[in-house]
């Protein structure tokens, strides 16, 4: 990884661990409240929300100095992203605490302003991750021997994973907007596998790039490693896919 380590993305990768840190003692107040784990109002969504967004943070900093973009733009994506993920995790932790569904919601004038925000969030978050997407395809990413396939599969998975995300959102607005609110709630279920699954490929790729250059293995067999990773990484997405169509 890399050694030197700019105010922002020391800044990034504060806030990431702060959003795990969020997530695990969400997952401790589950313990001690209880209640169920699934539901539109659950103690899961803050865990998971906050551990997900918190280790995608830590990642999309690392990944992206991989990748040939200027620093100053590299710099504003970057703080602009972390600014909307403690927006995303701070308003779905509000909602738990309150006792009411975070996404979707448009019960009360407040609750809906909550949706409406992390929706728009939710859209910045793809319009980030694009630019980075295809920055990665324009300039073949730096690094050690495989991190360039792994650095450009991790972000064309994530954006199945931005899509998926997106469609049901929209998906739960339309639902919600037209008098189906519970329906609203209940639509999300069959792409959430996949939205989960293709969501940390630019974590675990990369990382599996970095972790294969510390070995003493030729570069031939470590590009084969990163390459069959990628392969088993796309049918698992595929699996997601098939459900979620079976399912939806």
């Known amino acids: 990884m890399k050694l030197h380590v700019r105010p922002a993305e020391r800044l990034c990768q504060v806030i990431g661990a702060l959003l795990i840190l969020s997530g695990l003692v969400h997952l401790g107040v589950f313990a001690v409240d209880g209640g169920p784990w699934y ?26 100095s991989y990748l040939r973009i200027g620093a100053r733009l590299r710099t504003v994506l970057l703080v602009v992203f972390a600014a909307d993920c403690v927006v995303e995790v701070g308003g779905i932790t509000l909602q738990a605490w309150r006792r009411v569904p975070s996404h979707l919601d448009m019960e009360t004038p407040f609750d809906t302003a909550v949706s409406m925000m992390l929706a728009v969030g939710g859209g910045v978050l793809v319009v980030l991750l694009t630019v980075f997407a295809v920055t990665s395809f324009r300039h073949r990413p ?14 064309a998975i994530m954006l199945v994973a931005l899509a998926s995300g997106a469609a049901m959102i929209a998906r739960g607005v339309v639902l919600a907007r037209t008098g189906h609110q519970e329906a609203a709630y209940h639509s999300t279920a069959p792409l959430k596998p996949l939205h989960g ?20 293995w030729s570069e031939a067999v470590r590009l084969r490693v990163v390459t069959v990773a990628v392969g088993c990484y796309v049918v698992a997405v595929a699996g997601a896919g098939v459900w979620a169509v079976l399912t939806y």
């Open 197 to 216: 699954v293709s969501l940390h490929a630019v974590l675990v790729l990369p990382a599996l790039a970095w972790l294969l250059s510390r070995t003493s």
């Open 142 to 155: 730096t690094g050690p021997t495989g991190m360039a396939l792994a650095v450009r599969s991790g972000f």
């Open 39 to 64: 539901g539109p109002v659950s103690w899961r969504k803050p865990v998971t929300f906050g551990l997900s967004f918190g280790a995608t943070l830590i990642a999309v900093t690392w990944v992206t």
